[in-house]
């Protein structure tokens, strides 16, 4: 299945409107992690990066990358934003005098334009500045304007912050989670609601309430596996294309360390933010004072349900029917992602706990049958060792019951209903 090109353009409105606000452009700037990585990439960068250098802030919303970006002695910056937001920070820019804001002084261009707007009065720069990251890293298709700004203005061999980004899925146990979703279809079971039948729209329901992905942070003690390097599924923002954007297949291959029941998967992002060369031919090529130059200036930023929290949080999506999985059984599969037209993604999923029994995701049917239900998972038959989902990643719902501020008790993993297997109690039996 090709991947269709669906448009965003009739989403404008909606979505430049809601960045518009100040009270969402505060919520994303009181995020301490994402606005504190962001100034210390850019200062640490600013000798290489910066100072001197002509800069672009795509989708620059408030504009505080591009005030960091002058605070590190840009010569000039032109601020990209496609909302009304530009009207503002227009005004924050010409408000600036010699005793308030003086370091951006004539120095930033406000563009009031979608990158993509052909022949906009903006030169070839030095380095790109954005931001364009949604919930999985790539929820509301500004990635793709950032790539498209790095192929159309960025000069050869220039620096993009962030550089890199990687997805990160494991498997999860909540059955406290899966059984309030659970509650909210059966109220649709009903068949004496006021003395009226809802019954018939249960099995849509379910299938709407378990096609939400829930965002919210949740206790690292509920995955199922330690995820490590090899879960990363990587995103080059130097190399990738629009194109593989808009269709990415996530491998899945977990070695699961508890037995217990996977009600899904979750998932987040990390962040590189590094200063070029990216290619390793040509980082090989530098001379060592070079190499120490840029040494100590690589920052990184995790999403992750045991770092700090975020307003990107985490998404967890949800198995209509969970899998019932024995400690260090594999599980195999895989997440494809494909662009749509409410500026995010469909999220096809398929696991099994035997590889022979995972389908070619390249092949997948994308239909619905008569009840809108994706027939990729209804007319799959039933299989014990198998799972398959279909999810909507702009239909989010929120589950704030986890709050990672407030001190956790430190319970064994079995109150989380995982059970480690007896190998692992009897080395810790020998360690006493």
Not at 37 to 49: E, M, V
Not at 51 to 76: P, R
Not at 193 to 215: G, I, Q
Not at 340 to 357: F, G, H, K, P, W
Request: aromatic share 10%; hydrophobic share 35%; charged share 20%.
């Amino acid at each position: 299945m090709a991947a269709d090109d669906p448009g965003v353009e009739h989403r404008d409105p909606l979505y430049f409107g809601y960045y518009a606000q100040l009270q969402h452009q505060q919520n994303m700037l009181q995020d301490t992690v994402r606005t504190s990585t962001y100034r210390s990439a850019i200062l640490l960068n600013g000798p290489h990066s910066f100072k001197d250098k002509v800069v672009m802030d795509v989708g620059a919303g408030s504009g505080i990358l591009s005030y960091f970006a002058a605070q590190a002695g840009a010569q000039h910056v032109y601020a990209v934003e496609a909302s009304n937001m530009a009207k503002k920070m227009e005004r924050v820019v010409k408000n600036a005098r010699d005793d308030k804001n003086a370091f951006m002084k004539d120095k930033i261009t406000v563009v009031n334009a979608k990158i993509e707007t052909p022949n906009l009065p903006i030169p070839q720069v030095d380095t790109i500045v954005s931001e364009p990251i949604g919930v999985l890293l790539f929820h509301e298709r500004m990635l793709e304007s950032y790539v498209y700004a790095r192929d159309h203005y960025l000069k050869p061999g220039g620096a993009l912050f962030p550089s890199k980004g990687n997805i990160i899925l494991a498997p999860f146990t909540d059955a406290g989670l899966w059984t309030e979703t659970m509650g909210k279809a059966r109220f649709w079971e009903q068949t004496n609601f006021y003395n009226v039948d809802l019954s018939a729209l249960y099995a849509e329901a379910k299938t709407e309430m378990f096609s939400m992905p829930v965002v919210g942070h949740f206790n690292p003690n509920l995955l199922m596996t330690t995820p490590t390097t090899m879960d990363h599924y990587p995103v080059d923002f130097s190399t990738v294309t629009v194109e593989e954007l808009k269709d990415m297949t996530l491998p899945i291959h977990w070695t699961t360390d508890y037995t217990g029941i996977m009600h899904g998967v979750a998932g987040w992002f990390d962040l590189t933010f590094a200063a070029p060369p990216y290619d390793a031919s040509t980082l090989a090529q530098l001379s060592d004072e070079q190499k120490a130059q840029l040494a100590g200036t690589t920052i990184e930023m995790s999403t992750s349900p045991s770092a700090d929290r975020t307003h990107w949080q985490q998404a967890r999506f949800l198995f209509r029917e969970p899998l019932a999985v024995n400690a260090t059984q594999q599980i195999y599969g895989w997440m494809r992602c494909v662009v749509n037209e409410m500026r995010s993604y469909t999220i096809y999923c398929e696991v099994a706990l035997d590889q022979s029994l995972v389908s070619d995701p390249t092949t997948i049917d994308t239909a619905r049958d008569d009840d809108d239900d994706h027939v990729f998972v209804t007319r799959a038959p039933h299989q014990p060792l198998v799972r398959r989902a279909v999810w909507q990643l702009h239909e989010q719902t929120y589950n704030y019951n986890y709050n990672p501020d407030v001190p956790q008790l430190d319970n064994p993993s079995e109150y989380n209903c995982l059970y480690q297997p007896d190998t692992i109690l009897d080395s810790y039996q020998d360690m006493q």
